[in-house]
């Protein structure tokens, strides 16, 4: 501590004498956070996008109030929105919809887009989404980049601790008519050391089959490249169109957290969009959109001793999954002025493919399963919300949408045969108030219903086992989700500082949740959950450049039907940083609280986190078009455990392995923008 004022005493003084302030960031980000996002809403700004050192979008969301994250190795953050996680929750990159081919989800949707590729994050919590299909808990919407106006060029290179490197340029031209943006990023790292000194793939015991051999273990945790461009042309004054496509080839991805470690994980997204304003004194905008992405996933374990458990047995690997998911969908959609309000709404279709086939030794001989057997899920969905001022302090905001959907399984397995297939028909709607009885408060209340139909895992995944290996199965009776949710919100805000808090409950009726039918078999099946949580964030601005910030999160979930609490749900985690910044030069130092978690599910032999604290501390320096950042983060080497960075059976690698955090890592970024 007494470190850190000295430096900060020293930027203080530093500061004061030699570079006068001429930016704002924080303040402006203040007033953004403090009067402009509805309650339900946050954000990723762009200085925290442009300052993180985070490896891919779902690690740097995590500094949001409520929003945490599954690890299962050095990247591949997988979003979890209070205790919402996987289809629970919608994770969309310019509408678009995008799932991971992995069944064990090392390739989760937020994995599929760069982090150099960021604009902006943009998070809702609660039902509230009606634009999308299946924004049960919530939703997380990426912007990607566009084009600067004239021409312009962005690089930025990171080195950090265990030969981390993020680096990525983009070049792009905007003119009156045309624009285009080209982008480019590369990413590699070694295995990350935890905080006792040892590699994070180095948790296994002498005899684990899951242990990784030892020419692996110390070998790189991912390289990923990922190239991108976009055409943007204005055919009048008052429409638009564009065409993006992304290409991202990850390679060697380790996950000690499975039994298996990815080959390659390759994407193609394809996105179109047109859209007109300003057509009439009614019609405020149309929008159109189609798009295509597919994802390849190969795994298999053969970097593992389950591999080659003897020298005299030569095989490549003894268990492979490889994987593929397609998506084709499109959206129309309009904006009418009506009355004193707006309406928005639209139709949508989209349609997946997702097939998985796993070949094992042993007892299987290698013969191909139809893990996901080939299934295809068709989805229409058509949604009005219509936003009225009642008074001119009180916004009243309500929509409905419907969606109907068919999934179907081309191909059988031991689960079910060729041709299953089920249909589901969901309402989802909500009503939101917003009411600002003073100038700098504002109260919201939200009452939401929102649905998620089973996906083809849950449904039909086939994993059989020899006893006592665990079997793990779908389930084909599964119904969809419905969550009735209520929000309450509340921010103060003034010229230099807000304080927000929000508090919700939800009901849950036929929740998905992952259980033991015996000591050989794990499957899902619907019960009735509840979900509480509450979160608070408040940014202040002090006298002579310094910021403070702090942040609470707490969620609580319940199987009713068990009287359990439900499985991976975080604890109880706040955080507090303290920041100088005069525009030019910024230091700051966080702490990271998180209390122990002992709600856990015995059902699934969930076991308890315990708590844990961090300390980080970043500087940073703007000069002309460079800016140059460093920070150290974890500086005391703590040995910890996140409570939602392990799975169980089957998807863990071995009773009671778990995966420590990152210990002590450094980090150095140069960007460069002309
Ligand atoms: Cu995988």
């Not at 989404?129 to 312009?152: C, E, Y």
């Not at 590699?199 to 991108?228: C, F, K, M, Q």
């Not at 060697?252 to 390759?266: E, F, N, S, T």
């Not at 910024?586 to 702490?591: D, G, Q, S």
Request: include cysteine; charge should be negative.
């Amino acid at each position: 501590m007494n470190l850190f004022f000295t430096i900060l005493t020293c930027a203080v003084v530093f500061a004061g004498v030699v570079v006068p302030s001429f930016a704002e960031t924080v303040l402006d980000e203040i007033t953004v956070r403090g009067q402009q996002e509805p309650a339900q809403e946050e954000s990723l700004t762009v200085r925290e996008i442009r300052e993180s050192p985070a490896r891919d979008m779902g690690e740097a969301i995590k500094s949001i109030e409520g929003v945490s994250c599954v690890r299962k190795g050095a990247i591949a953050n997988d979003p979890v929105i209070r205790g919402f996680q996987k289809d629970n929750i919608n994770v969309l990159v310019d509408g678009v919809r995008i799932h991971g081919a992995c069944p064990s989800r090392m390739d989760p949707p937020s994995f599929h887009v760069d982090f150099a590729e960021v604009e902006k994050v943009r998070v809702v919590k609660g039902p509230y989404d009606l634009a999308n299909p299946g924004s049960m808990g919530g939703m997380i919407d990426v912007t990607t980049r566009k084009p600067r106006q004239g021409w312009g060029g962005d690089l930025a290179l990171t080195y950090g601790s265990w030969d981390t490197i993020n680096a990525s340029a983009i070049g792009s031209y905007g003119g009156d008519r045309l624009d285009a943006l080209l982008g480019y990023a590369y990413k590699y790292s070694g295995v990350p050391e935890a905080g006792n000194g040892k590699l994070i793939t180095d948790v296994y015991s002498a005899t684990s089959p899951n242990r990784y051999r030892s020419n692996a273990v110390d070998s790189h945790a991912y390289e990923i490249n990922t190239g991108w461009v976009k055409v943007g042309f204005k055919p009048t004054a008052n429409s638009r169109t564009d065409l993006a496509y992304t290409y991202q080839d990850a390679d060697h991805v380790l996950y000690p957290y499975l039994k298996m470690d990815a080959d390659y994980d390759r994407t193609n997204r394809l996105n179109w969009n047109y859209s007109i304003k300003d057509i009439s004194a009614t019609l405020r905008e149309v929008k159109l959109q189609t798009y295509w992405d597919r994802v390849g996933h190969l795994m298999d374990d053969r970097l593992r001793m389950s591999s080659n458990p003897t020298p005299a047995i030569k095989r490549p690997y003894s268990m492979q999954t490889d994987a593929r998911t397609e998506v084709i969908g499109g959206k129309a959609s309009t904006t009418l002025k009506l009355g004193q309000g707006e309406f928005n709404g639209g139709v949508d279709y989209y349609n997946r493919n997702w097939d998985a086939l796993n070949q094992r030794a042993g007892y299987f001989a290698y013969r191909t399963l139809n893990m996901i057997p080939d299934v295809y899920v068709d989805n229409f969905g058509i949604h009005g919300e219509y936003e009225y001022p009642l008074a001119s302090m009180l916004r009243i905001k309500g929509g409905i949408r419907g969606d109907f959907t068919w999934v179907k399984a081309d191909h059988g397995n031991t689960l079910v045969p060729a041709g299953t297939n089920t249909d589901f028909q969901n309402v989802s709607a909500n009503l939101q108030l917003t009411y600002a009885p003073v100038k700098g408060l504002d109260l919201y209340l939200g009452l939401g219903r929102g649905t998620r139909t089973p996906d083809p895992e849950e449904l039909y995944i086939d994993v059989p086992a020899a006893a006592p290996a665990v079997s793990w199965k779908g389930n084909p009776a599964l119904k969809s989700t419905v969550n009735h949710q209520a929000d309450l919100g509340m921010k103060f805000s003034g010229e230099r500082f807000y304080l927000s808090a929000s508090l919700f409950y939800s009901d849950l009726t036929d929740y998905v949740n992952f259980y033991s039918v015996s000591s050989t078999v794990k499957s899902y099946q619907n019960i009735h959950a509840s979900m509480w949580g509450a979160e608070l964030g408040s940014q202040i601005a002090l006298p002579l450049d310094i910021y403070l910030k702090g942040a609470l999160t707490y969620t609580e979930g319940e199987n009713l039907s068990s009287g359990r609490p439900l499985s991976e749900i975080p604890p109880l985690r706040g955080m507090v940083a303290i920041r100088y910044d005069n525009g030019v030069f910024f230091a700051e130092l966080a702490e990271n609280l998180t209390r122990e978690q002992d709600l856990v599910d015995s059902g699934l032999n969930e076991q308890r986190t315990g708590g844990w604290a961090t300390t980080d501390f970043k500087l940073g320096y703007s000069f002309r078009t460079f800016s140059f950042f460093a920070g150290v983060n974890n500086i005391f080497d703590k040995y910890y455990f996140s409570h939602l960075s392990y799975l169980r059976d089957p998807f863990a690698s071995g009773v009671g392995v778990k995966i420590p955090e990152n210990g002590r890592n450094f980090y150095l970024t140069a960007t460069y923008r002309f």
